[in-house]
């Protein structure tokens, strides 16, 4: 909720300060035109479409790389789940004296990978939980090592337990994969800058045109909040957490 809530007023103070700069451009492009009549927009329309056509590439690249990681996040999940029950299956080829023993850590262990996701935005409460979920790794790993030694089943096993760990370092450092902030401080000042000029172009009108100001500052501040969302999909609204549900159904297959 935190989360959400500076991301909402992120939008709503981008929102504000746009409407500002258009206004502001306004009364610079009035001023100068009262000055120079004839020369008050000569050249003008080059900059601006340099610096919209600037905006609009920065807000597709943003939204593109935003959108890109939030599907593979999601296929990642799908792809633990997979490792887990593979891992979990091939339990089977082991001596059935320590396959309760291992069956049982297997569960605690997918209890704990759950815990990660679901106790944000608490995140010391998540760093525990991973932390517990690698030393449950660290058990099992120890565990399978040493029922497998010497059998032909080592190979599968100990294979399909390695995927299992793998995903988790992919997993967590794609949590964290996000583009540097001054992509984002960019942004923002390109698109304060874009409410300047745009400002500047309608200061021919007599009357302020509220209503193209307004959806111009809205469309861009929506941008970036849709983007931020994307970005952080565990925090927002936007969520990958209807993707947990194949990792439940797992946990649920265990019993």
């Not at 609009?56 to 997979?82: C, D, Q, W, Y």
């Not at 059935?96 to 209890?111: C, T």
């Not at 106790?119 to 517990?132: G, I, V, Y």
């Amino acid at each position: 909720m935190q989360f959400t809530l500076l991301g909402l007023l992120l939008a709503v103070g981008l929102f504000a300060a746009m409407l500002a700069s258009q206004e502001f451009g306004r009364r610079l492009g009035v001023r100068r035109a009262a000055s120079d009549p004839d020369g008050a927009r000569a050249g003008a329309g080059v900059v601006d479409g340099a610096i919209f056509a600037l905006l609009g590439l920065l807000i597709a690249f943003t939204f593109s790389g935003a959108a890109s990681r939030f599907e593979e996040r999601r296929k990642l999940i799908v792809e633990e789940a997979n490792a887990i029950g593979t891992a979990y299956l091939r339990i089977d080829l082991l001596p059935a004296a320590v396959q309760g023993d291992l069956r049982e850590s297997f569960r605690r262990y997918l209890d704990a990978r759950l815990a990660v996701y679901r106790t944000l935005p608490d995140f010391d409460a998540s760093k525990a939980e991973l932390a517990r979920a690698n030393r449950l790794q660290q058990e099992i790993w120890a565990k399978a090592v040493a029922a497998s030694a010497g059998t032909p089943a080592a190979v599968l096993v100990l294979s399909a337990l390695n995927q299992m760990i793998d995903i988790t370092t992919t997993r967590t450092m794609a949590a964290r994969a996000h583009p540097p902030a001054i992509i984002f401080v960019m942004l923002c000042g390109l698109a304060l800058l874009g409410a300047l000029l745009a400002g500047d172009a309608m200061a021919a009108a007599k009357k302020r045109d509220w209503v193209h100001m307004a959806t111009f500052a809205f469309a861009v501040a929506g941008a970036v909040y849709v983007i931020l969302d994307l970005e952080f999909p565990r925090l927002g609204f936007i969520r990958v957490d209807a993707f947990d549900a194949v990792l439940v159904e797992l946990r649920a297959s265990m019993q």
